[in-house]
């Protein structure tokens, strides 16, 4: 298929499963539109009444849920709106060594100003990078499953050890709704993945926190903790509004892109990912924003501009630096790194079938089309 990008939303041909229709709309703004009509597929109970569910099910524990926070937006105003309503949070953050300064002050003035307790775990940095060192050594696409994956163990394990039965997550589809094409990213319960590939370079995994699609399992219908996508149980929830409240209430300073909470995640997603997979997020996370109204076409296009996603060409210098000090990298290794071909992640063994095979008896019990 030769290139060609929506008419309405910024999605291209760098998606492998892309169409267009007569009028050039693809299939990505249309299916999320979709889910954008029919919110009630997507939650099947009223903000009140799972606030009264969360704290009746936490009464006379320390805390009677768990917010994630990253730095971001939306985990952000996750932990304003649970306090807001009531709830007593606990706030767990997982520290994997790349963490900007800004990040940092912003997690730092949030839970301050909240008053709420945080939890920070702190990844063993030496094995943390031996393990991101194997995943370059393999060239798959997603890095980023490394923190993910040790982030969805970390929140599982604080709940379970405190008998909580909900993770409140900024993970929202008036931002984030748009599905993200297969070939950008890698299914993120597959702790089989992470062990084969750190056996690849003879690592003993000691002390990352990994979670498996069988520990999912575990935790969502044995121990019964239920992660919600929080921000879709409120009203026409808005970035834009959210990130005027966090700045005017908790002293917030936002960043240049989504998910640029990360030092390692803005070098991923601003020049690895378009330098080595020809992927660039920005299209999808734009597009997200125009089909939910949130932006138009013209402004979106407007921020897409430039092959990288930063500011300027020295800030993209300066985090090449920092990635190249911190991995013990040299200039020609990221060369050669970044021309190679890549390899699927299939390669190296995965849980991905056993997953879609379990959701395909999920839905055939629930009677979901």
């Known amino acids: 298929m030769s290139y060609q990008q929506c008419t309405r939303c910024l999605m291209d041909t760098t998606a492998k499963d892309i169409f267009f229709d007569e009028n050039g709309i693809c299939n990505y703004c249309k299916d999320f539109e979709n889910v954008l009509k029919n919110p009630k597929k997507r939650i099947n109970v009223h903000l009140d009444d799972l606030v009264k569910q969360i704290k009746e099910d936490g009464k006379n524990k320390p805390y009677d849920c768990i917010v994630g926070v990253s730095g971001g937006v939306d985990s952000s105003y996750t932990l304003v709106k649970a306090k807001e309503l009531g709830l007593r949070p606990l706030a767990v953050h997982m520290d994997n060594g790349w963490d900007s300064e800004l990040a940092a002050n912003n997690i730092k003035n949030l839970v301050e100003g909240l008053g709420v307790d945080l939890y920070t775990h702190v990844i063993d940095w030496d094995e943390y990078r031996e393990l991101m060192q194997a995943f370059f050594d393999a060239d798959v696409i997603d890095i980023e499953l490394l923190y993910d994956n040790a982030m969805l163990a970390v929140d599982y394990e604080q709940a379970a050890k405190y008998g909580i039965k909900y993770i409140l997550a900024g993970t929202n589809t008036s931002t984030e709704g748009m599905k993200i094409p297969e070939n950008w990213n890698w299914f993120k319960f ?3 993945n992470i062990y084969n590939l750190a056996k690849t370079r003879d690592i003993k995994i000691k002390t990352f926190p990994a979670i498996s699609t069988f520990d999912f399992v575990y935790y969502e219908y ?8 929080f921000l879709d149980y409120l009203d026409n929830y808005n970035k834009f509004d959210a990130l005027q409240i966090l700045q005017e209430n908790y002293q917030y300073k936002p960043y240049p892109y989504k998910h640029y909470e990360s030092i390692f995640t803005r070098f991923y997603q601003g020049y690895l990912l378009p330098e080595k997979f020809n992927v660039d997020k920005r299209k999808v996370h734009l597009s997200t924003l125009i089909i939910s109204g949130q932006m138009t076409r013209e402004q979106a296009l407007e921020q897409l501009q430039g092959k990288y996603a930063y500011p300027s060409e020295r800030d993209l210098e300066e985090d090449m630096q920092y990635f190249l000090k911190k991995m013990r990298w040299t200039r020609k290794e990221l060369e050669e790194y970044v021309n190679r071909p890549e390899k699927p992640h299939t390669q190296y063994g995965s849980e991905i079938k056993f997953y879609k095979l ?6 055939k019990l629930k009677g979901i089309k």
Request: proline fraction near 0%; glycine fraction near 0%.
């Open 190 to 192: 597959d702790k089989k």
């Open 222 to 229: 044995v121990r019964r903790i239920r992660w919600i996508s």
């Open 358 to 363: 379990l959701a395909n008896i999920y839905k």
